[in-house]
């Protein structure tokens, strides 16, 4: 294991070794990997030690929260109004204090996969990540930043500092709902986060719509259902002509978790739980 004593040391370190390497912050998924065999590390390059990485800050109308952040860190910061209480909800049903306590926001991001649940929260926040080489930083879309399952746009001398989204206006809200076979301490059947921005008629300004799995094994956006609800005045039908159009988007798999059908019907619930929590809290009160 490699131990770099700051940023520089890092980069200057990857720029030299670019092959076999896998990063580490503190584990909580990696190891689990390795000792199943689905990684393969030579050698691996110890990121715990970069404090630096570690923030949730606001400047101007920007959130940065770095990379080695802890999601228990990430829930507990004052900087993250009621407004953003997705991040909380996220946290109360990921993990027990062991987990919370050291699993962090760049390794969530990283690893890429369908039971990350900060990703279809941030995905509906419209984030970027900003990476990081001895050339200087390069920042992506995190829609374009995770490829695939397991499967990410890192360079091999890069690595990820922090994930930046711009502040919420007023008339918006965000919310994630997840269910799994326990309260908590689980791996989602399914997840669901949403962005509602209401115009002052009531109508639907803007909305985005995350979950675990769309159309493939990794967190990304439900467009189809989104144009449904887009510009329409949030009300019974509008609402049931979105889920039946989700239903049909939603191409999802059974495994020895749940069914498909099963997932399905589950997410457009919570759909509808996570989009009514939002209306409410922006004052809509039409909704049957």
């Known amino acids: 294991m ?9 980069l200057q370190y990857l720029d030299k070794h670019q092959t076999g390497i896998q990063l580490i912050a503190n584990g909580s998924d990696l190891i689990n990997r390795i000792q199943r065999k689905q990684v393969e590390a030579k050698l691996l ?21 770095g990379a080695m952040t802890t999601i228990a860190e990430l829930a507990a910061s004052p900087i993250l109004d009621s407004k953003y209480e997705g991040f909380r909800e996220v946290a109360a049903t990921f993990g027990g204090p062991s987990i919370l306590n050291v699993a962090t ?10 039971s990350e649940d900060l990703l279809p929260l941030l995905l509906v926040l419209d984030s970027e990540v900003r990476l990081r080489s001895t050339k200087g930083d390069r920042v992506i879309r995190l829609e374009e930043f995770v490829k695939g399952k397991r499967s990410i746009d890192l360079r091999p001398n890069e690595i990820a500092v922090e994930t930046t989204f711009r502040e919420l206006p007023e008339n918006a809200r965000c919310a994630f709902e997840k269910v799994g076979m326990r309260s908590s301490l689980i791996t989602a059947f ?4 949403v962005y509602l921005k209401l115009a002052k008629t ?4 803007d909305i ?8 493939s094994k990794i967190p990304s956006r439900a467009r189809k259902t989104e144009e449904i609800l887009r510009a329409q005045k949030l009300d019974g039908k509008i609402l049931a002509d979105a889920e039946a159009t989700l239903s049909h ?10 069914s498909e059908e099963y997932r399905v019907e589950t997410a457009c619930v919570i759909f509808k ?9 922006l004052g809509e009160k039409t909704i049957v």
């Open 2 to 10: 490699y131990v770099p004593e700051n940023q520089t040391d890092l």
């Open 45 to 65: 390059v110890d990121l715990s030690g970069l404090t630096e990485l570690s923030y949730v800050k606001k400047d101007g109308d920007v959130f940065r929260i």
């Open 105 to 114: 926001v760049g390794g969530n991001i990283c690893s890429a996969s369908s």
């Open 190 to 193: 399914v997840n669901c986060a």
């Open 202 to 205: 009531g109508q639907i300004e």
């Open 208 to 215: 985005r719509l995350g979950f675990n799995r769309v159309s």
């Open 249 to 258: 988007e939603l191409q999802l798999s059974s495994d020895f978790r749940a």
């Open 273 to 281: 739980r996570a989009l009514t929590r939002c209306a409410v809290e």
